[in-house]
Antibody, heavy 125, light 107 residues
Framework: QVQLQESGPGLVKPSETLSLTCTVSGGSISSYYWSWIRQPAGKGLEWIGRIYTSGSTNYNPSLKSRVTMSVDTSKNQFSLKLSSVTAADTAVYYC???????????????????WGKGTTVTVSS | DIQLTQSPSFLSASVGDRVTITCRASQGISSYLAWYQQKPGKAPKLLIYAASTLQSGVPSRFSGSGSGTEFTLTISSLQPEDFATYYCQQLNSYSYTFGQGTKLEIK
């Protein structure tokens, strides 16, 4: 059973870079997209971006200028960097696997089927 | 960017009730829609994908329907453990988005 675990500093200073890692256990990181999602306290979910095991990425346009994702298949890990953080970046950060299912017509349907427990990141001096 | 609007934002219901949550997309997304349930302090849990396919292990009282721009999540008979917040998510484009959420509370 695949499990995900986020790790990284819980406190980041304004204007610095937030760095998180998600470790995949119980299965291979290969041949999937992997995503980061965040949720400010009391608010909804915000998709940050996704990365394929080849390193191909797609980011939320509203965060694109500050986001970098990477993958290390040898360690079964993928990572998130968010630069120039402000208090508005304070949130619970989740990593998730983007699962997929193919239809009889050859379409691929994606969904986030495995999630980490989340890690709280606070931006404060 | 594709925007998703859920309605209602808050829903008060009783155990045994049938409830429906709607998710509207700002442009057509075929059936590339998923539904999640989130309880306080927990990660979201996948309920339905491809608009109407029930994720393995999810009770059959949950069902999804719709395509294009309008989708619904229905819970046929509310159980105590169903009181939570529900989110729709589109996975049609290269930029996924979530709806703002529907909080389902006990009446």
């Amino acid at each position: 059973q695949v499990q995900l675990q986020e790790s990284g500093p819980g406190l980041v200073k304004p204007s610095e870079t937030l760095s998180l890692t998600c470790t995949v256990s119980g299965g291979s990181i290969s041949s999937y997209y992997w995503s980061w999602i965040r949720q400010p306290a009391g608010k909804g979910l915000e998709w940050i971006g996704r990365i394929y095991t080849s390193g191909s990425t797609n980011y939320n346009p509203s965060l694109k200028s500050r986001v970098t994702m990477s993958v290390d298949t040898s360690k079964n890990q993928f990572s998130l960097k968010l630069s120039s953080v402000t208090a508005a970046d304070t949130a619970v950060y989740y990593c998730a696997r983007v699962g997929y299912s193919s239809s009889s017509k050859g379409r691929y349907y994606y969904y986030m089927d495995v999630w980490g427990k989340g890690t709280t990141v606070t931006v404060s001096s | 960017d594709i925007q998703l609007t859920q309605s209602p934002s808050f829903l008060s219901a009783s155990v045994g009730d049938r409830v429906t949550i709607t998710c509207r997309a700002s442009q057509g997304i075929s059936s590339y829609l998923a539904w999640y349930q989130q309880k306080p302090g927990k990660a979201p849990k996948l309920l339905i994908y491809a608009a109407s396919t029930l994720q393995s292990g999810v009770p059959s009282r949950f069902s999804g329907s719709g395509s294009g721009t309008e989708f619904t999540l229905t819970i046929s008979s509310l159980q105590p453990e169903d009181f939570a917040t529900y989110y729709c998510q589109q996975l049609n484009s290269y930029s996924y988005t979530f709806g703002q959420g529907t909080k389902l509370e006990i009446k």
